[in-house]
């Protein structure tokens, strides 16, 4: 390797699984994205599974975005359009920036699957204390279609032309 390479910098992932009814036992998504982030290289910095309820989401949110030692937020569930989806209420108010790309490439990146289907995703992303967090809808296929398209790549170093890892050290310039 010259020293012009860039190397591959693990980062400290958490992992919330927003439900009210899945459990470790029958807990795909959340699994999903475990064994993707771990096979990347990432390090699980936690997980856990919480119900849809606003102050249980920013609760735990606002724990991971306090806590130096992670790099990473991403939530899976409660980004559809019932009365129990609350993840966007719960995740906006504390974001620093929103990363608005990120929900318009997922859901194009979703339509190719589920067509239309994917207008009822409100997946969301964006930067709380210099922690990123990404808001995936329940599902695994929608897991496997965010990290694998979108945020493996961007949670990489090496990956050109920019990527967020490279920007970490400035988020929380004044």
């Known amino acids: 390797m010259t020293t012009t390479e860039k190397q591959f910098i693990p980062l400290n992932i958490a992992v919330l699984v927003i439900s009210d009814t899945r ?30 309820d606003i102050y249980q989401i920013r ?32 995740v906006t108010p504390l974001l620093d920036k929103t990363l608005d790309g990120f929900g318009e490439v997922f859901r194009m990146l979703s339509y190719q699957d589920i067509k239309t289907s994917t207008i ?14 990404f808001c995936l809808p329940g599902s695994a296929s929608a897991c496997r279609t965010a990290w694998d398209s979108l945020i ?23």
């Open 23 to 52: 459990t470790e036992a029958d807990d795909t998504s959340g699994k999903c994205l475990v064994d993707r982030l771990t096979e990347s290289r990432h390090c699980l910095a936690a997980k856990t599974i919480v119900k849809d």
């Open 59 to 90: 609760a735990t949110v606002s724990q991971w975005i306090a806590d130096k030692e992670v790099n990473v937020i991403i939530s899976t569930g409660g980004t559809g359009v019932t009365g129990r989806d609350g993840t966007p209420e719960a």
């Open 120 to 133: 009822q995703s409100r997946a969301i992303a964006g930067v709380a204390n210099a922690t990123y967090l």
């Open 152 to 174: 493996k790549e961007q949670l990489d170093f090496r990956t050109k032309p920019c990527n967020l890892v490279q920007l970490m050290p400035r988020l929380l310039e004044k």
